[in-house]
């Protein structure tokens, strides 16, 4: 028998191995049992010496591409998919990132990221499918009706991720209306891609937006490894305490995307309805919601010193007890929902939670984090480390009942009290579901105390 050169059977062994997994992937159902006979005739096909140089690492190889058949066979996944990672996000863009996700309770920092990688790879400049662009990739049309502002500009990366977060919520809010089950994020994102009206006829994800959604999804899990995304826990003490309601505290991350003073904004048409509440222009005694730190991309949000008081001389009269302010408020009950006695629906922040300050309702009790409400030692209840707040300040009825960031002011000194009333301290008033609706997406109020259902809570 002739030998066979090395720069003869090279090629040939090249080809047996990048032939190998063609011929497994072409053949669904090919077992490992095939498989090996595949490889075998093919290995009888080389020459001896080559034979028995390839026949020890043969083994080793068929058993990985056997199981990436295999688990490619039984997931549904490519190996593209298990192995899919983003870009980083650009450092600039970390703190809009946070903000705008934090103020939805469907995304968070990663899940927005992931939907930027997939949209553009963060690239300001790109072209989508379907006619979007920029680093969200949003239509003209899905832009005019989410810009955070009037002055926000469509080539404005800031601008357009704090965009895609409000659609987002948008979406969201529209997929709980139309009754479909599921995680809610998911349908969300398939909303997005193909629509409302076919997520709600898929009862469920469509198969035309399993591969967007999964893509977005991997990319997230991806995001959550990465340092700058990882949660960053606070004090359960002090959620959002250094947040005062000077205007210079409002979150710089939106300002700088355009958002002003929101406007609501008509449906465009041939856009399925808005479901979320129309944004309303927010009260200047809430700041909003200082952005949660991002691996330490962001900085810190910006505190006052306390002012040192005059030196006294000492005396034997026991100094008064501070007053108890938001940095020493403790957690005194664990996270419950609140139920309304005429509606027996729960107290629920609105999923277009895409403002700092969102307007409370009530909505069918699902168990959501949006329907969980804390007490704190302070005299506070609080939802998402904010605080529901009389907006303004004001004690006049019909104010409306917000959550914004806690501050420490009177107007969020807000109770569940015994006789099932929740009361601000400040204006000894009850919060107040509107004209006694009972539906879902009923705004509430604040109104002087009258004993009706409508004013009546319990714990659930």
């Known amino acids: 028998?002739?030998?066979?050169?090395?720069?003869?059977?090279?090629?040939?062994?090249?080809?047996?191995?990048?032939?190998?997994?063609?011929?497994?992937?072409?053949?669904?159902?090919?077992?490992?049992?095939?498989?090996?006979g595949e490889a075998r005739r093919g290995l009888g096909r080389l020459n001896?010496?080559?034979?028995?140089?390839?026949?020890?690492?043969?083994?080793?190889?068929?058993?990985?591409?056997?199981?990436?058949v295999a688990a490619t066979r039984f997931t549904?996944?490519?190996?593209?998919?298990?192995?899919?990672?983003?870009?980083p996000a650009p450092a600039s863009e970390l703190p809009t990132i946070a903000a705008a996700a934090r103020s939805c309770p469907v995304l968070t920092p990663a899940r927005l990221a992931a939907q930027l990688m997939a949209a553009s790879a963060f690239s300001p400049t790109a072209d989508a499918e379907g006619g979007g662009r920029g680093i969200a990739g949003l239509t003209d049309t899905v832009w005019d009706t989410w810009k955070p502002g009037p002055a926000a500009r469509r080539d404005d990366p800031s601008a357009n991720i704090v965009a895609l977060a409000h659609h987002m919520c948008d979406l969201s809010g529209q997929v709980r209306q139309a009754g479909v089950g599921g995680e809610r994020w998911a349908l969300s994102l398939a909303a997005y891609h193909s629509g409302l009206a076919s997520v709600r006829d898929a009862h469920g994800v469509p198969d035309q937006a399993k591969t967007y959604v999964t893509t977005v999804v991997d990319?997230?899990?991806?995001?959550?490894?990465?340092?700058?995304?990882?949660?960053?826990?606070?004090?359960?003490?002090?959620?959002?305490?250094?947040?005062?309601?000077?205007?210079?505290?409002?979150d710089p991350a939106l300002l700088a995307a355009g958002e002003g003073p929101p406007a609501t904004r008509p449906t465009a048409a041939g856009q399925p309805t808005r479901v979320a509440p129309a944004r309303t222009p927010t009260p200047p005694s809430a700041g909003r919601v200082t952005p949660p730190a991002v691996g330490g991309a962001a900085a810190p949000p910006t505190t006052r010193a306390p002012v040192a008081p005059p030196q006294q001389a000492r005396t034997n009269t026991p100094s008064p007890r501070p007053p108890q302010t938001t940095s020493t408020a403790q957690p005194s009950g664990s996270a419950r929902a609140i139920i309304g006695h005429e509606s027996g629906k729960c107290l629920d922040v609105t999923d277009g939670a895409y403002t700092s300050n969102p307007q409370l309702q009530i909505w069918t009790c699902n168990g959501g984090p949006n329907q969980q409400w804390t007490p704190y030692s302070d005299g506070t209840l609080r939802a998402f480390g904010r605080c529901m707040t009389v907006a303004s300040g004001s004690t006049a009825d019909g104010a409306k009942i917000l959550l914004s960031a806690c501050n420490g002011g009177a107007s969020q000194l807000i109770g569940l009290?015994?006789?099932?009333?929740?009361?601000?301290?400040?204006?000894?008033?009850?919060?107040?579901?509107?004209?006694?609706?009972?539906?879902?997406?009923?705004?509430l109020q604040l109104w002087t105390c009258a004993g009706t259902d409508n004013q009546k809570w319990s714990w659930r």
């Open 48 to 68: 001896t010496p080559l034979r028995r140089s390839v026949a020890v690492g043969l083994p080793l190889v068929l058993t990985a591409v056997v199981g990436v």
């Open 219 to 250: 990319f997230a899990a991806w995001y959550a490894r990465q340092p700058e995304f990882l949660p960053v826990s606070p004090s359960p003490a002090t959620p959002d305490d250094t947040t005062t309601d000077d205007p210079a505290n409002e």
């Open 417 to 443: 009290n015994k006789a099932h009333d929740i009361v601000n301290r400040k204006a000894d008033k009850c919060v107040d579901v509107k004209d006694m609706q009972t539906g879902n997406g009923t705004r």
């Open 1 to 36: 028998m002739p030998h066979t050169s090395g720069t003869e059977g090279g090629p040939k062994l090249r080809r047996l191995f990048d032939d190998l997994p063609g011929t497994v992937g072409r053949r669904s159902t090919t077992t490992a049992e095939e498989s090996g």
């Open 76 to 87: 549904g996944f490519s190996p593209e998919d298990v192995a899919r990672s983003g870009r």
